[in-house]
């Protein structure tokens, strides 16, 4: 069978093929094989290169957020006037009101993940990891240049957990039920310019939960403010697709332009394709389109380029295409959108291949959180994750069970990843449809994409309800995107007579391994991945296990009763060409779903690295299974084991050479055959010293691994993963902790606290791996666990120096100092400070005479009075006389202890200010100019009147802007 729908080949070949696993490496010992040596890579010297900057109309919205964790709901209104302005547009009540004081909530930066810093709690969720949720509000208050007037501006959130109502200036602008998905939002019509603050509210309720696993809770990813030329280009409106063609490679793009003005508007897209080096090698300009007003139009192009780099996970080579929208000849907008060229075919024999080379998928399944800083993961920690599972030989990601970050795409494409990409809620329904449709729009240009996963393990899957729900939403993802299959991760009903893989285009097994062969004898024409797998058990560092104390063997003897151990999985996997890989459940541990072990546990043992993304025993085992381009040997476990003198030690030892030959103290005591996948098992009778590994292929020794015996600890040592980082306020790394003895040896066994102190940067989490931790994740204290702990810092902003120190009681403390590099800092939207300002007034008709300031429209009375702005003067009058203002203001907590001013920075014609119906201060000069008027101390809401007396034919009124602050 082949399926050719719009370059997606999908095919069946008679011809067997035997995925091996071949060696292709030559000798290459590695550094964390050392006896003694810290279980972790080499120490980088450099940044990686930054994540491309894709759209610069837009800033960053990360800083100057301010948090309050709890409910704050709105007092329900009671008289008449109060529930008809509640009904209005802008009039938001409470913490959602643009007058809100929000001086005394917490300063957060994003991103920020307010579980991550609740304590345990053995009342609250297991599967969310027994921290207590809750619902949260945030406030960001900015002022918005006036030059930026009559632009499209539109903020972005990229992710809010869980469910959010958000306000711009007192209106609700978006409400959104998905902890995963984006939040756009075209906040044009709502904005103020120059003086006049801008104020976003956030009403987040965490209570809501979308999964079984630990989802954090509030603003744990980006947020961007777009301020866009009126005609410009949507947020993930550059499609580019890169086809083979007959006669070379072209790649269409799609460019959809909106408008905002006032008449329809010709434009022209322009595309340059660019080499990795940055030189163009193609180009095209599309015919001219009209974009409607308040609406939009798509651009066609078509880039040709005969032979490109192809992309590859060995050589993911990026080209750029750069969209340029042009209106009379002038560029507008533009997107920079990195481009891969590759050819991907799920064969149903055969499995993956990629530019038609076999490809097994070793894949891990992940969810977004790390040690520290639960789901609010920044990019660079992202990136160092990726390079942890990199180093393992990985190739494939499944992002489970949701939309990832977009930095994790950005770093797969560059890095060389495979991504099923999957959605979170199985619902053809709009709202679930929108979700989906966005995620695809968003993620389609990535090389790293391969596969779109429409459910994980859906009761459903085996029902006709559940296959007319893929059928639309397989459906809803190929008219956005035609270049990849859809899949399903089942877990059963595939032989229901009614089920779902007989509606996705590749099948996906969620574990069921033993059902692989019987599922490809029915189905001989359907391609076929495992989705998930393995499920096995690992307390990192730990070689017995031990129920009582909730501890896993880390020898790979133990999994879920639905799973199977890594060795195991593999096997099955490996030797069937017909399933395209696995991904294992999980490449980290993660907080929640506490299996196999509950409560006093608190994270889950899956990870084949830990919490902190130190490696198990699991992360030997893959590495011998899956890396090809050099050799490798592990030993487990370490060789510290005072008192077992003499009594044997089962060991393992994962290689993917051809011979082991093992020594104890120089001796040898075992010899093998290697066993790439299930590994070789050796029982040595213990004696201190060190204990070696030597690997072979073709006679020649090509990896050593070896442990030695250390001794008590009696220093600390800090090791970074980079020894330097960007001075740019954002960039952030993990150092980690461990023991040395006397010799500098990693002491495996340590457990003991830690202090931290830091200078240059600050701490935002820390962990240890241990899945019985209650130690809080925050601050600068930890327990090293089974030799170990991690601390994850953020850089401050400018050169200089981060210096870092731990002490210990009875130990050497530690110092290191790695280099804040000068570089460019991300343009954030400016914070503004939380102000009071009186904006709505109502107004009273023209008086012949003066009024009493107590003067004020009857109950009920929407329309006597007139509503208007402060900075609006009246038309000339048309007689002399005066006019009452009447304004209600809540001043900040601060002025209502001790008083403060009540600033109108213009008011046009002589008046008298009053608040409470006392006179607070007067303005005596006909002309326009400010009144500073007293705001005396007092609580609650003030009533601010201002008598205002105009001149026959002239304009009256407040024509600037009136704040309320502290004097
Ligand atoms: C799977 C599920 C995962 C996780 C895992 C634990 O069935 O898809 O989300 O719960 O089990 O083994």
Same mark, same amino acid.
Not at 296 to 315: F, G
Not at 374 to 381: Q, R, S, T
Not at 520 to 536: G, M, V, Y
Not at 627 to 656: F, K
């Given at each position: 069978?082949?399926?050719?729908?719009?370059?997606?080949?999908?095919?069946?070949?008679?011809?067997?093929?035997?995925?091996?696993?071949?060696?292709?490496?030559?000798?290459?010992?590695?550094?964390?094989?050392?006896?003694?040596?810290?279980?972790?890579?080499?120490?980088?010297?450099?940044?990686?290169?930054?994540?491309?900057?894709?759209?610069?109309?837009?800033?960053?919205?990360?800083?100057?957020?301010?948090?309050?964790?709890?409910?704050?709901?709105?007092?329900?209104?009671?008289?008449?006037?109060?529930?008809?302005?509640?009904?209005?547009?802008?009039?938001?009540?409470?913490?959602?009101?643009?007058?809100?004081?929000?001086?005394?909530?917490?300063?957060?930066?994003?991103?920020?993940?307010?579980?991550?810093?609740?304590?345990?709690?053995?009342?609250?969720?297991?599967?969310?990891?027994?921290?207590?949720?809750?619902?949260?509000?945030?406030?960001?208050?900015?002022?918005?240049?006036?030059?930026?007037?009559?632009?499209?501006?539109?903020?972005?959130?990229?992710?809010?957990?869980?469910?959010?109502?958000?306000?711009?200036?007192?209106?609700?602008?978006?409400?959104?039920?998905?902890?995963?998905?984006?939040?756009?939002?075209?906040?044009?019509?709502?904005?103020?310019?120059?003086?006049?603050?801008?104020?976003?509210?956030?009403?987040?309720?965490?209570?809501?939960?979308?999964?079984?696993?630990?989802?954090?809770?509030?603003?744990?990813?980006?947020?961007?403010?777009?301020?866009?030329?009126?005609?410009?280009?949507?947020?993930?409106?550059?499609?580019?697709?890169?086809?083979?063609?007959?006669?070379?490679?072209?790649?269409?793009?799609?460019?959809?332009?909106?408008?905002?003005?006032?008449?329809?508007?010709?434009?022209?897209?322009?595309?340059?394709?660019?080499?990795?080096?940055?030189?163009?090698?193609?180009?095209?300009?599309?015919?001219?389109?009209?974009?409607? +007003?308040?609406?939009?139009?798509?651009?066609?192009? *078509?880039?040709?380029?005969? @032979?490109?780099? #192809? %992309? !590859? &996970?060995?050589?993911?080579?990026?080209?750029?295409?750069?969209?340029?929208?042009?209106?009379?000849?002038?560029?507008?907008?533009?997107?920079?959108?990195?481009?891969?060229?590759?050819?991907?075919?799920?064969?149903?024999?055969?499995?993956?291949?990629?530019?038609?080379?076999?490809?097994?998928?070793?894949?891990?399944?992940?969810?977004?959180?790390?040690?520290?800083?639960?789901?609010?993961?920044?990019?660079?920690?992202?990136?160092?994750?990726?390079?942890?599972?990199?180093?393992?030989?990985?190739?494939?990601?499944?992002?489970?069970?949701?939309?990832?970050?977009?930095?994790?795409?950005?770093?797969?494409?560059?890095?060389?990843?495979?991504?099923?990409?999957?959605?979170?809620?199985?619902?053809?329904?709009?709202?679930?449809? +929108?979700?989906?449709?966005?995620?695809?729009?968003? *993620?389609?240009?990535?090389? @790293?994409?391969? #596969? %779109? !996963? &429409?459910?994980?393990?859906?009761?459903?899957?085996?029902?006709?309800?559940?296959?007319?729900?893929?059928?639309?939403?397989?459906?809803?993802?190929?008219?956005?995107?035609?270049?990849?299959?859809?899949?399903?991760?089942?877990?059963?009903?595939?032989?229901?007579?009614?089920?779902?893989?007989?509606?996705?285009?590749?099948?996906?097994?969620?574990?069921?391994?033993?059902?692989?062969?019987?599922?490809?004898?029915?189905?001989?024409?359907?391609?076929?991945?495992?989705?998930?797998?393995?499920?096995?058990?690992?307390?990192?560092?730990?070689?017995?296990?031990?129920?009582?104390?909730?501890?896993?063997?880390?020898?790979?003897?133990?999994?879920?009763?639905?799973?199977?151990?890594?060795?195991?999985?593999?096997?099955?996997?490996?030797?069937?060409?017909?399933?395209?890989?696995?991904?294992?459940?999980?490449?980290?541990?993660?907080?929640?779903?506490?299996?196999?072990?509950?409560?006093?546990?608190?994270?889950?043992?899956?990870?084949?690295?830990?919490?902190?993304?130190?490696?198990?025993?699991?992360?030997?085992?893959?590495?011998?299974?899956?890396?090809?381009?050099?050799?490798?040997?592990?030993?487990?476990?370490?060789?510290?084991?005072?008192?077992?003198?003499?009594?044997?030690?089962?060991?393992?030892?994962?290689?993917?050479?051809?011979?082991?030959?093992?020594?104890?103290?120089?001796?040898?005591?075992?010899?093998?055959?290697?066993?790439?996948?299930?590994?070789?098992?050796?029982?040595?009778?213990?004696?201190?010293?060190?204990?070696?590994?030597?690997?072979?292929?073709?006679?020649?020794?090509?990896?050593?691994?070896?442990?030695?015996?250390?001794?008590?600890?009696?220093?600390?040592?800090?090791?970074?993963?980079?020894?330097?980082?960007?001075?740019?306020?954002?960039?952030?790394?993990?150092?980690?902790?461990?023991?040395?003895?006397?010799?500098?040896?990693?002491?495996?066994?340590?457990?003991?606290?830690?202090?931290?102190?830091?200078?240059?940067?600050?701490?935002?989490?820390?962990?240890?791996?241990?899945?019985?931790?209650?130690?809080?994740?925050?601050?600068?204290?930890?327990?090293?666990?089974?030799?170990?702990?991690?601390?994850?810092?953020?850089?401050?902003?400018?050169?200089?120096?981060?210096?870092?120190?731990?002490?210990?009681?009875?130990?050497?403390?530690?110092?290191?100092?790695?280099?804040?590099?000068?570089?460019?800092?991300?343009?954030?939207?400016?914070?503004?400070?939380?102000?009071?300002?009186?904006?709505?007034?109502?107004?009273?008709?023209?008086?012949?005479?003066?009024?009493?300031?107590?003067?004020?429209?009857?109950?009920?009375?929407?329309?006597?009075?007139?509503?208007?702005?402060?900075?609006?003067?009246?038309?000339?009058?048309?007689?002399?006389?005066?006019?009452?203002?009447?304004?209600?203001?809540?001043?900040?907590?601060?002025?209502?202890?001790?008083?403060?001013?009540?600033?109108?920075?213009?008011?046009?014609?002589?008046?008298?200010?009053?608040?409470?119906?006392?006179?607070?201060?007067?303005?005596?000069?006909?002309?326009?100019?400010?009144?500073?008027?007293?705001?005396?101390?007092?609580?609650?809401?003030?009533?601010?009147?201002?008598?205002?007396?105009?001149?026959?034919?002239?304009?009256?009124?407040?024509?600037?802007?009136?704040?309320?602050?502290?004097?």
């Amino acid at each position: 069978m082949t399926i050719d729908r719009r370059g997606l080949l999908l095919g069946t070949s008679a011809a067997g093929l035997t995925i091996a696993l071949p060696y292709r490496g030559d000798a290459r010992s590695l550094t964390y094989g050392e006896a003694g040596a810290l279980p972790m890579p080499p120490v980088a010297t450099t940044l990686p290169p930054p994540l491309p900057v894709v759209d610069p109309s837009r800033i960053g919205f990360d800083t100057g957020w301010l948090f309050h964790l709890g409910d704050l709901p709105f007092a329900p209104p009671k008289d008449h006037e109060q529930t008809y302005l509640r009904a209005k547009a802008g009039n938001a009540p409470g913490a959602a009101a643009l007058a809100f004081d929000d001086s005394d909530w917490q300063a957060v930066a994003l991103p920020h993940d307010w579980v991550s810093f609740q304590p345990f709690v053995e009342t609250a969720n297991i599967s969310q990891g027994y921290r207590p949720r809750g619902i949260g509000w945030y406030r960001r208050t900015f002022r918005l240049d006036p030059a930026d007037r009559g632009r499209y501006l539109e903020l972005q959130l990229d992710a809010i957990a869980t469910n959010a109502t958000i306000w711009v200036n007192g209106s609700t602008v978006a409400h959104n039920w998905s902890g995963y998905n984006s939040v756009y939002i075209d906040i044009t019509p709502f904005a103020r310019f120059g003086d006049e603050p801008n104020v976003i509210a956030i009403r987040v309720d965490a209570d809501a939960m979308e999964g079984w696993w630990y989802e954090g809770a509030g603003l744990y990813r980006h947020a961007w403010l777009a301020r866009r030329a009126p005609v410009s280009i949507v947020t993930d409106g550059v499609h580019c697709d890169p086809r083979r063609g007959d006669s070379g490679w072209h790649v269409p793009v799609t460019v959809t332009a909106r408008s905002i003005e006032a008449t329809d508007m010709p434009v022209v897209a322009h595309a340059r394709l660019l080499d990795p080096a940055g030189a163009m090698v193609a180009e095209v300009r599309s015919q001219p389109v009209t974009v409607p +007003t308040l609406d939009s139009a798509e651009l066609a192009l *078509d880039l040709a380029v005969a @032979s490109p780099r #192809l %992309w !590859s &996970v060995d050589q993911p080579t990026l080209y750029t295409v750069e969209v340029t929208l042009e209106r009379d000849g002038a560029a507008v907008d533009s997107r920079r959108v990195a481009v891969g060229f590759r050819m991907l075919r799920f064969d149903a024999d055969k499995g993956l291949f990629v530019n038609d080379v076999p490809v097994k998928l070793k894949g891990v399944c992940l969810h977004q959180d790390h040690a520290g800083v639960g789901v609010a993961v920044p990019d660079a920690l992202l990136q160092w994750r990726l390079s942890r599972l990199k180093d393992m030989g990985c190739n494939a990601i499944r992002c489970s069970h949701n939309a990832p970050a977009t930095a994790l795409l950005d770093l797969a494409d560059r890095m060389g990843f495979l991504v099923m990409d999957e959605n979170r809620n199985f619902n053809p329904a709009p709202d679930y449809m +929108t979700q989906l449709e966005w995620l695809v729009r968003r *993620d389609r240009n990535h090389p @790293s994409v391969i #596969l %779109w !996963s &429409v459910f994980n393990e859906e009761p459903m899957q085996g029902t006709p309800s559940g296959v007319e729900m893929v059928r639309r939403m397989a459906a809803a993802v190929h008219r956005l995107d035609g270049s990849r299959p859809v899949t399903a991760a089942m877990n059963g009903s595939f032989f229901e007579p009614v089920n779902v893989s007989t509606v996705v285009e590749v099948m996906g097994f969620n574990y069921y391994q033993r059902d692989y062969d019987r599922f490809h004898a029915l189905n001989p024409a359907k391609p076929t991945t495992s989705s998930e797998d393995t499920s096995a058990f690992m307390t990192r560092g730990a070689y017995a296990t031990d129920k009582a104390a909730r501890v896993v063997t880390s020898m790979d003897t133990e999994a879920a009763p639905w799973g199977a151990t890594h060795r195991e999985t593999w096997k099955q996997i490996a030797a069937r060409p017909f399933v395209a890989g696995g991904f294992v459940w999980t490449g980290f541990d993660y907080h929640g779903e506490p299996t196999p072990y509950d409560w006093p546990t608190i994270a889950s043992f899956f990870g084949i690295l830990d919490l902190c993304g130190f490696p198990k025993t699991a992360y030997d085992i893959h590495r011998a299974h899956w890396i090809d381009d050099r050799a490798v040997v592990s030993i487990a476990p370490h060789w510290t084991w005072p008192g077992r003198e003499g009594q044997l030690i089962a060991l393992l030892v994962m290689s993917n050479a051809e011979r082991i030959e093992l020594r104890l103290n120089g001796k040898p005591v075992g010899e093998a055959a290697v066993d790439r996948i299930m590994g070789n098992s050796f029982n040595v009778p213990y004696a201190p010293g060190t204990i070696e590994a030597i690997a072979w292929r073709g006679g020649r020794i090509v990896a050593r691994a070896a442990h030695a015996t250390t001794g008590r600890p009696v220093a600390l040592r800090l090791t970074p993963a980079r020894r330097v980082m960007a001075g740019d306020g954002e960039d952030v790394q993990p150092f980690s902790v461990d023991a040395i003895d006397a010799a500098g040896r990693h002491v495996p066994t340590a457990n003991l606290p830690v202090r931290f102190a830091i200078e240059g940067g600050t701490i935002i989490g820390l962990g240890n791996g241990d899945p019985n931790s209650h130690e809080s994740e925050k601050g600068d204290a930890r327990s090293l666990f089974n030799g170990l702990a991690q601390v994850i810092v953020r850089a401050g902003a400018g050169r200089g120096p981060l210096t870092l120190r731990v002490t210990a009681a009875g130990l050497k403390p530690a110092q290191i100092r790695v280099d804040l590099l000068a570089g460019p800092i991300r343009p954030q939207v400016p914070p503004r400070a939380t102000e009071t300002r009186i904006e709505r007034w109502r107004v009273s008709p023209l008086l012949a005479t003066r009024p009493d300031a107590a003067l004020a429209p009857g109950a009920g009375d929407n329309n006597s009075w007139a509503w208007v702005r402060s900075g609006v003067a009246t038309p000339a009058e048309p007689a002399a006389g005066w006019r009452v203002y009447r304004a209600k203001v809540t001043p900040l907590r601060s002025v209502m202890q001790s008083g403060g001013t009540i600033r109108f920075a213009s008011i046009t014609g002589r008046a008298t200010a009053f608040v409470d119906g006392v006179s607070v201060g007067s303005k005596t000069d006909v002309a326009a100019g400010p009144l500073v008027a007293r705001m005396p101390p007092g609580a609650g809401e003030r009533t601010v009147t201002l008598i205002v007396e105009a001149a026959a034919g002239a304009p009256a009124g407040i024509t600037g802007g009136v704040g309320v602050a502290r004097s």
